[in-house]
RNA sequence: GGCCCUAUGGUCAAGUGGUUAAGACACUGCCCUUUCACGGCAGUAACUCGGGUUCGAGUCCCGAUAGGGUCACCA
């Protein structure tokens, strides 16, 4: 009879289902290594989470000897969005996200394939003929409208909305109904049977916990101890969360879609069966429809893989945290990391501090280490929902690019800049070696200046060292009078020799300082203030506006040395003719 | 609303029955210092609540509360 439904339903399979099992063999790895993969759909955003839940995946395949693939989950073709797989493998691939397998850029590699799950589609189809089969699903022609009948009464009525018991109306309907709907042309769904035990089937005491000891009965104030309801409970052992006890699934899920294409949860329970996979990594908003998951692949008669819930990612919003959207947070998109300039490295960094906790102490001990070597463990990830953290990751970032040569840092930032649309013409006629230096004042020795943290930051702080976006922005200490910037100013420009070395440089800017009635040292000035107009700093800070048009900057010396003779004689002789005009 | 997850400073978090309850970011002050940054020192600030188990609970159990997730022919 259900051997006939199939038929029926599905005349044009006619593969036998265990011969998937040898299409796609077991894989040959050691013992322990993890498979895992990344199954996004092709909706067009990618997030912060996205990479995250890539990060776990792809730490724990890689770090065990396993093999981590990319699979594209494209069986919702309303919501597809052309070019989002391209976009999605090359954002990944930009923050160092390495696939062994499955969709590429030019598409696809290895023995699993089509790892796209629009051209799996007869494999689906195959399995839920077998299910058929096996009387274990059904063809249902519940319309639209009618689920949406079903629905407003159930929640009049106070009842869990879905499609179960009574109102699965076509579960058990019989094989002539079914013909003649199909020869009537009706389209139809596959559902799953839930084999949930229900309350008219006896009903379940609900399972208390017991202690150590064994006392089941903890409800010592009198407080119901036992409860009846619907179904019983299955237990799940979580890579992350640990037990996990939840109903068992109760509802007539739909498998296969009007159009031929399964759910998510078929989909996913077929292709990780074949392809493999051991360890199924992914958000916490799947949790709730992991008895669906659960029962499925009892009914296959697979073995379940290892089920790891990550928390996720949480944004604030006014006083409450809130997961990230994607329609609200623009800012929380990769895309946004990119075009900021956060480097890949950081962004990887920041990330792998929140996924595992004991990741910032073993930085701490391995300042240098490649990210590679930490040994990521699953226990130590967070189970609780985190809150991003711009300034952590600006702090991170700052560490990070202090490990980054110079060298490859112009880089870096000559192709930002580029990618994101910025005026590029000074940076390149400034040519890559003048960046290289500007980037690596202060960066060597003991106690390294941290100044950098990402593109667009940099940008803004090495703007004086182009012409076009040099200006001065900042005005003179308020204790220098207005009559002394040009005397300042011309006086340091007599004494300047570009041939000095540090010391010796500011030894003349000391010098100035006290023949124009300034503190050679700021505690002097600090003593007896009254004698004194200012300190040295004072006189450096005007001559640094005038060279860099701010009042702070690194090391002034080495600015001038990178800027050159020329370029310093200018600034100074552009600035007195302003301050000149100022007086006057 | 049902079900599920989560709960330590503003944020990320150590902590697995006995601690003066770590550390990092942020913030504040001081020191170093020609400015800024770096660095050093110090400081503000936390176990959601109520029961229970125990000699002893942040830690175990129950419950409440709060936040989040999920209840689709979306993933």
New binding site residues.
């Given amino acids: 009879m259900s051997k006939d439904l199939a038929e029926l339903l599905f005349p044009d399979i006619d593969m036998d289902a265990d011969a998937y099992e040898s299409i796609y063999p077991a894989r040959d790895l050691a013992e322990g290594a993890v498979v895992s993969r990344l199954?996004?759909?092709p909706?067009g955003f990618i997030h912060l989470g996205n990479l995250y839940g890539a990060f776990v995946n792809e730490r724990l395949a890689h770090q065990s000897g396993g093999v981590f693939f990319l699979r594209i989950?494209?069986?919702?073709?309303?919501?597809e969005v052309e070019g989002a797989a391209e976009a999605l493998i090359e954002s990944l691939q930009y923050f160092g996200i390495r696939f062994d397998e499955g969709v590429t850029a030019d598409g696809e590699s290895g023995i699993y394939a089509p790892y796209r799950?629009s051209e799996r589609r007869d494999i689906y189809r195959c399995f839920v003929k077998k299910l058929v089969t096996e009387g274990k699903a059904y063809p249902?022609?519940?319309?639209?409208e009618e689920?949406a009948e079903i629905?407003a009464s159930q929640e009049a009525e106070?009842l869990?909305?879905?499609?179960y018991g009574e109102w699965a109306r076509y579960r058990d309907a019989d094989f002539d109904e079914v013909k003649r709907r199909l020869e009537n042309g009706e389209?139809?769904?596959v559902?799953f049977k839930s084999c949930a035990r229900q309350v008219s089937e006896g009903g379940r005491v609900k399972e208390?916990?017991?202690?150590?000891?064994g006392?089941a009965e903890?409800?010592?104030?009198g407080?119901?101890a036992a409860?009846t309801?619907?179904v019983c409970?299955i237990t799940v052992m979580?890579g992350?969360?640990?037990?996990?006890?939840?109903?068992e699934n109760s509802?007539d899920?739909?498998i296969?879609?009007?159009?031929g294409?399964?759910?998510?949860?078929f989909?996913?329970v077929v292709d990780d069966h074949l392809m493999r996979t051991t360890h199924v990594i992914r958000?916490?908003?799947?949790?709730?429809?992991?008895?669906v998951h659960v029962a499925l692949f009892e009914a296959m008669g697979w073995k379940t893989p290892i089920y790891c819930?990550t928390?996720?990612l949480?944004k604030?919003?006014g006083?409450?945290?809130?997961?990230?959207?994607k329609r609200k947070d623009p800012e929380l998109s990769l895309a946004y990391y990119r075009s900021e300039g956060y480097h890949p490295l950081a962004v990887r960094e920041y990330l792998l501090?929140?996924?595992?906790?004991?990741f910032?102490?073993w930085r701490?001990e391995n300042p240098i280490a490649p990210i590679g070597d930490f040994a990521f463990t699953t226990?130590?990830?967070?189970?609780?929902?985190?809150?991003?953290?711009l300034?952590?990751?600006?702090?991170?970032s700052?560490?990070v690019m202090l490990r980054i040569p110079a060298c490859e840092l112009a880089d870096f930032i000559m192709d930002w800049a580029e990618t994101s649309g910025r005026n590029t013409d000074e940076l390149k006629k400034g040519g890559k070696e003048y960046l290289q230096k500007i980037l690596d004042i202060?960066r060597s020795g003991?106690?390294?200046?941290?100044?950098l943290a990402y593109g667009s930051q940099i940008f803004e702080f090495i703007g004086y060292f182009y012409e076009g976006s040099f200006s001065i922005t900042d005005s003179r200490p308020e204790n220098v009078p207005a009559e002394d910037i040009a005397k300042i100013l011309k006086e340091y420009a007599d004494v300047y020799d570009h041939a000095d070395d540090?010391t010796e440089?500011?030894a003349k800017?000391?010098e100035l300082a006290v023949n124009n009635g300034y503190a050679a040292?700021?505690?002097d000035f600090k003593k007896n203030p009254e004698m004194y107009k200012g300190?040295?700093?004072?006189?450096?800070?005007v001559?640094?506006i005038a060279i860099t048009g701010?009042?702070?900057?690194?090391?002034?010396?080495e600015i001038q040395q990178i800027l050159g003779e020329q370029r310093v004689k200018e600034r100074l002789l552009k600035s007195r003719q302003i301050s000149k005009l100022s007086i006057s």
């Fill in positions: 199954g996004p759909s909706t989950e494209d069986t919702d073709e309303k919501r799950q249902c022609f519940l319309t639209e689920i629905r106070k869990t909305p879905g499609i389209a139809f769904v559902r208390r916990a017991t202690d150590s000891a006392n903890m409800a010592p104030d407080g119901q409860e309801v619907a409970n979580d992350i969360r640990g037990e996990l006890i939840m109903p509802m899920v739909v296969l879609k009007t159009g294409l399964p759910t998510y949860h989909a996913h958000g916490e908003e799947w949790l709730s429809s992991l008895p819930h928390a996720v949480m604030m919003e006083e409450t945290k809130r997961k990230l959207s501090t929140i996924i595992n906790s004991n910032e102490e701490a226990a130590k990830m967070s189970r609780s929902g985190t809150l991003f953290d300034d952590k990751l600006r702090d991170v700052k560490e202060g003991e106690k390294p200046r941290k100044d540090q440089w500011f800017v000391r040292k700021p505690k300190h040295v700093g004072d006189v450096s800070t001559i640094r701010r009042a702070s900057s690194p090391d002034l010396w």
